[in-house]
C-alpha cells in the first residue's frame, strides 16, 4: 500500500504533479507484467465484464466465493488474465481496442479433468491443471508474443509439465466467424434465443407473432465499430451492429414487448444513454434507449413487421457524443 506524508502541504502539491506526470511507478501486484497503468485499468474491468457470468456461476454452485484476480500479463495490447472464483480456474484473453479493454475469449478448468474454451475449434489442451502454451498458441486473438509468454502463468506453466491426455474429459466450444445461438432464433411465440456473436452476447425473448414455425433470422452477423464510426471519432457515436435476413414465406407480425438484451465484451459508460435503432422493418424502430445493468443493455421493443427477405439492420449508439 502506498501512504503518501501530508506534514507539508507543498511536498503533497509536488507529489502530485509528479504523479501526473507519470514519472511515479505504477502500482501492481508483484506477479503481474505489463505496464501498470493498464494492468490496473484490466484488474477495474474485468470484475465488471464477468458479473453476469459469476451470477449464473455462484447460483448453479451454490457458493459465493469472491472473485480473485491472480495474475495479468500483458505483451502490447493483448492480455492473459488468470482468475478463480467459485471453485472455477480461468484464464481470460483480452485485446485493447478502440482505447479499451475487451473480453475476447474464456478458457476454464471443468472438474473433473477437462477444459472448456470458448474460443475456436481448437485441439483439446486435455490437462486437468490448465491450457498448455500450444493450447493457448492456437486460440485466436493471441499473437505469438503473447502465447511464448504465456508460461508466466502458473495455470499454464503447471499443464506445461504435465503430459497431455485426451479430449474425453473435456470439449471445446466455438464462437469464432458470426457465432452461434442455441436454440437457433425462429420465429414463434415467445421463442427464447441466447447467442455469442465473436465476444458479444445476445439474448432475445420475442413477443406474440404470427410467423409460421419454420421462420427464422439467417445469417446473423454482428460486428463491432470502425474507428471512424466509433465514440473516438468527431461525429461518431456507434457501438454495436448486428444484421440478419428474414427466411420465409409470408411477412410476419410482431406484438410490442419483445426483449433484446446485448452483453458488451468491454465496459460501458455508466454516464451515458445508449439506443437502438433497427431499420428495414415496418415501422422503423427506434432510437430506442435501453437500460444499462451488469454492463448489459436491455430493450423493450414496440409492435413492428417484417416482410420476406427483409435484411433486418440493428445499431446500438451511445449518446451524447464524445467529440460533439
Known amino acids: 500500500m502506498l501512504f503518501i506524508s501530508m506534514r507539508c502541504s507543498r511536498t503533497l502539491i509536488a507529489w502530485l504533479v509528479v504523479w501526473s506526470l507519470q514519472l511515479v511507478p505504477s502500482v501492481t501486484y508483484a506477479q503481474d507484467v505489463g505496464p501498470g497503468r493498464e494492468v490496473r485499468a484490466i484488474r477495474h474491468d474485468l470484475p465488471i465484464l464477468l458479473t453476469p457470468e459469476l451470477t449464473r456461476l455462484r447460483a448453479e454452485t451454490k457458493s459465493s466465493t469472491p472473485l480473485n484476480i491472480d495474475d495479468v500479463l500483458i505483451v502490447d495490447d493483448h492480455a492473459l488474465v488468470q482468475w478463480k472464483a467459485s471453485g472455477i480456474n480461468e484464464i481470460a484473453i483480452m485485446a485493447k481496442r478502440l482505447g479499451v479493454w475487451w473480453l475476447l475469449h474464456e478458457i476454464f478448468i471443468v472438474s473433473p479433468g477437462g477444459i472448456a474454451s470458448y474460443c475456436d475449434d481448437l485441439v483439446c489442451p486435455g490437462n486437468p491443471s490448465g491450457p498448455t502454451t500450444g493450447f493457448i498458441r492456437q486460440v485466436r486473438d493471441v499473437p505469438p508474443d503473447l502465447a511464448a509468454a504465456a508460461a508466466a502463468l502458473p495455470l499454464v506453466a503447471a499443464a506445461d509439465k504435465r503430459p497431455p491426455v485426451g479430449c474425453a474429459n473435456g470439449y471445446c466450444t466455438s464462437a469464432d466467424g458470426d457465432g452461434y445461438c442455441v436454440p437457433p432464433l425462429a420465429f414463434s411465440h415467445a421463442a427464447h434465443g441466447e447467442c455469442l456473436f465473436g465476444p458479444y452476447g445476445i439474448s432475445a425473448n420475442l413477443a406474440a407473432n404470427d410467423a409460421a414455425s419454420d421462420t427464422f433470422v439467417s445469417p446473423l452477423i454482428e460486428r463491432a465499430p470502425t474507428e ?91 449518446d451524447p457524443l464524445d467529440n460533439p
Open 228 to 318: 471512424g464510426e466509433s465514440w473516438l471519432a468527431r461525429g461518431g457515436n456507434a457501438y454495436f451492429y448486428l444484421s440478419g435476413t428474414l427466411a420465409g414465406s409470408s411477412t410476419v407480425h410482431v406484438s410490442s414487448g419483445t426483449t433484446l438484451d446485448v452483453w458488451f465484451p468491454f465496459v460501458l459508460d455508466t454516464g451515458k444513454t445508449y439506443s437502438l435503432t433497427i431499420a428495414h422493418v415496418t415501422p422503423i424502430i427506434g432510437p430506442t434507449n435501453g437500460t444499462l445493468s451488469n454492463n448489459t443493455l436491455h430493450f423493450v421493443l414496440p409492435a413492428f413487421a417484417i416482410a420476406p427477405g427483409a435484411d433486418i439492420m440493428a445499431e446500438i449508439d451511445g
